[in-house]
């Protein structure tokens, strides 16, 4: 195991009903800024449980964040925030909007730096200039997916640029789960959630071993919970039953908020490949994630053998064959379930194709991602390598 | 899966080295109380690299907390505290020391009822009065086993009695985890610790299903870590391996640091029964619990009997016999697993009798433990019934 600092502050409030809750977390003084997407949350009842549960509160809205939120968008709450003296956010959304939150909330009491070259905000993203304050964070989760609504990470794009930035001062203080809103769901949101999270775990769980034995344990129990549950969200006969719901909650959730990745070395190249896609051609996040996974898993079968066996082993109880045929089971039930959850294990299948490969790796150079992965040695040819392996 | 609450917000600081660490989490104008046991911390080179990691603190310190901490000891602190006006607790120990801490922190700033009836901090164990303020704390563990370095609860000992209580207020702010201060632990302690860790988790596991998917696999990756790395802590060849230390340190800090038990049932019948074997005749507390527990699984095997055939398959990879002989053959293996950690698992292997149940449960009535378990059901006549199995 390696050695680690993890910390997560983030109250939970999980289950049914928990919405009421933020009448007593966020404090009564506070001037709050309700930040929405596109308006789901009125249709869905969950806008109406947040306004009643902030009847004593003073309270403004900011909506309209999008999926992969913009620079452009999430500036446009400054306006709000300075005129009204807001000083807490509430996100009520998905990742998008936490994410979005996050940066309006470091956005809103950004300094730069000392000289004048960084007094723009998208420098946190841009040139990595710390967030030193931010506002204070709480978060009702409509869509399982990203964590964010327990980490400090954030993803916004600007121009087709997609860049993250991280800070514990934008990590939520609390976040309401209740697996009943995300009921009203598409099958793609659904599917994109838990294609999300599998593959969060699998960033910080297929590298090389340290014999993290706690940490490999957990990571392994969220992806067969995810396995198994994920597919039950999709069918008639179970996709209302509130179980299904909740364990696909609480497992995106424990997928990325630091645990299962402290002490062990993390990969995140299929993230960052996948990160260029969605800016380059606006597919899903998550539908990008499940056509460079298994190309990274190809690619890259000998740096991650061992973990590819382990994975092989104790997450689909794969015992028959070599080592290889093992490996390959491995990585073939591993795209069968992407299958199952209805999205794409190929660029042909977003109608993309070699010829797109060049710009992706222009803006992979772009963004300094020219080390990717546990050992930092995927280049810019390997990237190309995947990126061709999942033609 | 049952609604929560869950907030843990202890950082840790994990690892070979971290020692040090504890210049930069005290604040530099704190007045620290070093707070620690019986002088083995001298022994072992902790003591020295807490006082050089706090050379430019003020520092006080109280030692002689013993295993199983008592009132009067740890009411003999407070002196100190006011006549050098301390705000700031160091724990260096194990979870005594820890849990000493955290009623010294409480009684510190103890503020009583109203009413003059609670006017001695004894009462947040006696009579429930909340903890409304507590000195902060921050732990150095020296002894991985009970959790206390992340979470609010604490057992203390007066007169015998051996009571539990619980508060947010003395969760540690941070705690270090170094597993190469473990290497200087007897065998004795090693043991002790393993086992307290494993049947924390037993307790928040072995109950009845909710459905709790992530929990469940969590609690049985604890289970499964600490029955494959407790017996090499133990052997010649391995017991010097710092991997195997690591995983013990941190699957017994995940034990009971709320995370598994958040939306799941919970026993802790073992525990309750355990504390009065404790207080009445001064066994070990881990000592306690695997007389205790094979106990509690035979006689409520029908009431836990989904979750014992759980346990057998998943924990111990049981897969023949009927039911019954699976339970059976678990329980088996649970006792032989304590057999090889070198904890009794009979009252008679402590010298314990029949003649000796009458005062346990006695101590049980005195103490309210009549509505035990996740059932509240194990009535006093049950916890006989148990205690007799144990003989």
Chains 1, 2 share one sequence.
């Not at 051609?281 to 990008?288: C, Q, S, V």
């Not at 991602?369 to 033609?391: C, H, P, V, W």
Request: with cysteine.
């Amino acid at each position: 195991m390696l050695n680690f600092n993890f910390q997560n502050p983030t109250k939970i409030n999980f289950g049914e009903g928990q919405i009421k809750i933020i009448s007593k977390e966020i404090p009564l003084d506070a001037r709050v800024l309700l930040v929405y997407g596109g308006g789901s949350i009125k249709g869905n009842g969950v806008y109406k449980q947040v306004i009643d549960a902030l009847s004593e509160h003073t309270w403004f809205e900011f909506s309209g964040i999008e999926p992969n939120p913009t620079y452009d968008t999430l500036m446009k709450a400054q306006e709000i925030i300075k005129r009204e003296n807001i000083d807490y956010l509430l996100a009520v959304g998905g990742g998008s909007v936490v994410d979005g939150a996050k940066f309006i909330a470091a956005a809103a009491l950004y300094e730069g730096k000392s000289n004048d070259e960084c007094n723009d905000p998208w420098d946190i993203l841009a040139k990595n200039v710390p967030v030193t304050k931010a506002l204070p964070i709480g978060a009702v989760l409509t869509l399982p997916a990203t964590g964010s609504e327990s980490n400090g990470n954030s993803v916004v794009t600007r121009d087709g640029n997609k860049l993250p930035f991280n800070s514990p001062l934008v990590c939520p203080l609390f976040a309401v789960l209740d697996p009943t809103v995300t009921l009203s769901l598409s099958d793609r949101q659904i599917s994109n959630g838990v294609v999300d999270a599998f593959i969060h775990t699998i960033e910080q769980y297929l590298t090389y071993s340290v014999n993290g034995k706690v940490q490999d344990r957990f990571s392994e129990g969220l992806l067969q919970t995810l396995i198994e549950e994920g597919p039950k969200a999709l069918l008639p006969d179970t996709k209302e039953n509130l179980e299904v719901r909740a364990n696909i909650m609480w497992s995106a959730t424990m997928a990325l908020n630091g645990l299962i990745g402290a002490g062990v070395p993390q990969d995140w190249s299929t993230h960052m490949i996948g990160h260029e896609l969605t800016g380059a051609f606006g597919i899903d996040h998550a539908r990008t994630l499940s056509i460079v996974l298994p190309a990274v898993m190809k690619v890259r079968k000998e740096q991650k053998r061992e973990k590819l066996l382990q994975y092989a082993t104790r997450v689909w109880q794969i015992t028959d064959g070599d080592d290889n045929a093992r490996i390959n089971q491995a990585i073939r039930l591993t795209e069968e379930f992407f299958e199952t959850m209805q999205v794409p294990t190929r660029l042909s299948h977003v109608d993309l194709g070699s010829k797109d490969i060049d710009l992706l790796i222009e803006r992979l150079e772009q963004h300094g991602m020219t080390a990717l992965g546990e050992n930092n040695d995927i280049t810019l040819d390997i990237s190309r390598e995947i990126l061709t392996q999942a033609l």
